[in-house]
């Protein structure tokens, strides 16, 4: 079981919109950063969005990040075939003094 | 260009040791914290353990704590990971990743291996 907890699955057609999920404590996502992680099948995990919103040199605009209280979420806009990899959220835990993960969310083009 | 290569995977039977080494090159290692990350196969991305630039603060995952040590050679510009008391669960593709450092308080790790296998089995 994930400290942060993220939908397994997601899906959406091309050209529209998909939203991922966060959800954690006071003691990780609510007094930490979001961090956002994009994995495709057999390769490292790729930073893709940090301090909740921003994106890295090279990150389409068509995704983005956000925080409200103990929750995040990540949207992308204008769903590609590329976009279809696993996605994980992170963040620090001070109670844990450890990094948590969300437990990935699969991203579907249909 | 930053690189980061892991080694010293491979199979080991359960209550084994194995070491891992990460070695970094296109930046300066020295002023780092640097992470060990594995994922189970099929499985999601578990942190395992990070060690500050100067190695004065290290961290550990509470499913590895007392069986794992990290630790790095600023000089060799690698970082490390002894395995002991190795378990099935451990059975994972570990990877070294670097921490941006960006702020305080938080773990951004921005550049990540490619892997290196560990299969715990007899």
């Known amino acids: 079981q994930s400290v942060l907890t993220q939908p397994p699955s997601a899906s959406g057609t091309p050209g529209q919109r998909v939203t991922i999920s966060c959800s954690g404590s006071?003691?990780?996502?609510?007094?930490?950063?979001v961090y956002w992680y994009q994995q495709f099948p057999g390769t490292a995990p790729k930073l893709l969005i940090y301090?909740?919103?921003q994106r890295p040199s090279g990150v389409p605009d068509r995704f983005s990040g956000s925080k409200s209280g103990t929750s995040a979420s990540l949207a992308i806009s204008g769903l590609r075939s590329e976009d279809e990899a696993d996605y994980y959220c992170?963040?620090?835990?001070?109670?844990?003094?450890?990094?948590?993960f969300g437990g990935g969310t699969k991203v579907t083009v249909l | 260009e930053v690189q980061l290569v892991e080694s010293g995977g491979g199979l080991v039977k359960p209550g084994g040791s194995l070491r891992l080494s990460c070695a970094a090159s296109?930046?300066?290692?020295?002023?780092?914290?640097m992470n060990w990350v594995r994922q189970a196969p099929g499985k999601g991305l578990e942190w395992v353990s990070s060690?500050?630039?100067?190695?004065?603060?290290?961290y550990y995952a509470d499913s590895v704590k007392g069986r794992f040590t990290i630790s790095r050679d600023n000089a060799k510009n690698s970082l490390y990971l002894q395995m002991n008391s190795l378990r099935a669960e451990d059975t994972a593709v570990y990877y070294c990743?670097?921490?941006?450092?960006?702020?305080?308080?938080?773990?951004?790790?921005?550049?990540w291996g490619q892997g290196t296998l560990v299969t715990v089995s007899s």
């Open positions: 060690i500050s630039s100067s190695s004065s603060y290290i």
């Open positions: 296109g930046f300066t290692f020295s002023t780092y914290s």
């Open positions: 301090t909740n919103n």
């Open positions: 006071s003691s990780n996502v609510g007094s930490k950063y």
């Open positions: 990743a670097r921490d941006l450092g960006r702020i305080v308080g938080n773990a951004e790790f921005d550049y």
């Open positions: 992170a963040a620090w835990d001070d109670s844990l003094s450890g990094q948590v």
